[in-house]
């Protein structure tokens, strides 16, 4: 018998929920005219408004 408590809700209804978090968050940042930093495609990009038109992309292939 387990003592850990049954949730209602699955790993696929998690993963909407921090989509949702993270996109609203980017979106409010963009609003705001301010930068973000994130991991695509084994890279750091940072990006906004006030970086300028092209976005910085750090590759360390150290």
């Known amino acids: 018998m387990s003592n850990t408590p049954k949730s209602n809700y699955s790993t696929e209804d998690t993963l909407n929920s921090l989509r949702r978090a993270v996109h609203k968050a980017l979106e409010r940042k963009r609003k705001l005219g301010q930068y973000t930093v994130q991991w695509r ?14 976005p910085i992309v750090i590759n360390d292939d150290n």
């Open 41 to 54: 495609a084994n890279k750091i990009v940072i990006n906004g408004r006030d970086m300028g038109s092209d």
